[in-house]
T-cell receptor
Framework: NAGVTQTPKFRVLKTGQSMTLLCAQD?????MYWYRQDPGMGLRLIHY???????AKGEVPDGYNVSRLKKQNFLLGLESAAPSQTSVYFC?????????FGQGTRLTVV | QQQVKQSPQSLIVQKGGISIINCAYE??????FPWYQQFPGKGPALLIA?????SEKKEGRFTISFNKSAKQFSLHIMDSQPGDSATYFC??????????????FGKGTKLSVIP
């Protein structure tokens, strides 16, 4: 039982490049979330989904897009990466009140 | 607007001592208050959580104290151990309705327990 799996774990991008972060969960959870974690800032919600085919904006959505074509997968896209998007990205899924987090993706934009 | 304020940013405690981390919230619609523990290179993991119908919840060495009138809650770690060294995040959310269980996090407290 893998829980929440994020791919890749590390990535370096050049400014202007695009990429997609993949989150997969095997717990059949309806709710999924993307957060970014920056030093001294805690975790801030980027986008979330309340079920397959639905997405919604969180606190810091600018520069990101998401898709939830399958219940188990939640993709986070950066169309044109900027240095301000250097961060650690966490995906989470939820059942009831409890959220389960992935191991994170460390993204550096140079 | 920071809806959940956490203090201190960092904390050093001797082995066997009590670690105390405090949080304050602004949104009176919040009714679910979890604490997450994060080790370096790992994702946050739920440690303990409380709802406002009780003033205290204890699980092993970890206790949440909750003060609804002051809109404050705190995490107490008794008999702190080096293995407790981690970053701790408080969070809050609504338990029902639109945006239910959408967590708002504090900025985190880095706890170091020294032998």
């Amino acid at each position: 039982n893998a829980g929440v799996t994020q791919t890749p774990k590390f990535r370096v991008l050049k400014t202007g490049q695009s990429m997609t972060l993949l989150c997969a969960q095997d717990m059949n959870h309806e709710y999924m979330y993307w957060y970014r974690q920056d030093p001294g800032m805690g975790l801030r919600l980027i986008h979330y989904s309340v079920g397959e085919g639905t997405t919604a904006k969180g606190e810091v959505p600018d520069g990101y897009n998401v898709s939830r074509l399958k219940k188990q997968n939640f993709l986070l896209g950066l169309e044109s990466a900027a240095p301000s998007q250097t961060s650690v990205y966490f995906c989470a899924s939820r059942t009831g009140a409890r959220a389960f987090f992935g191991q994170g993706t460390r993204l550096t934009v140079v | 607007q920071q809806q959940v304020k956490q203090s201190p940013q960092s904390l050093i405690v001797q082995k066997g001592g009590i670690s105390i981390i405090n949080c304050a919230y602004e949104n009176t619609a919040f009714d679910y208050f979890p604490w997450y523990q994060q080790f370096p290179g790992k994702g946050p993991a739920l440690l303990i959580a409380i709802r406002p119908d009780v003033s205290e919840k204890k699980e092993g060495r970890f206790t949440i104290s909750f003060n609804k009138s002051a809109k404050q809650f705190s995490l107490h770690i008794m008999d702190s151990q080096p293995g407790d060294s981690a970053t701790y995040f408080c969070a809050a959310s609504k338990g029902s309705g639109a945006g239910s269980y959408q967590l708002t996090f504090g900025k985190g407290t880095k706890l170091s327990v020294i032998p």
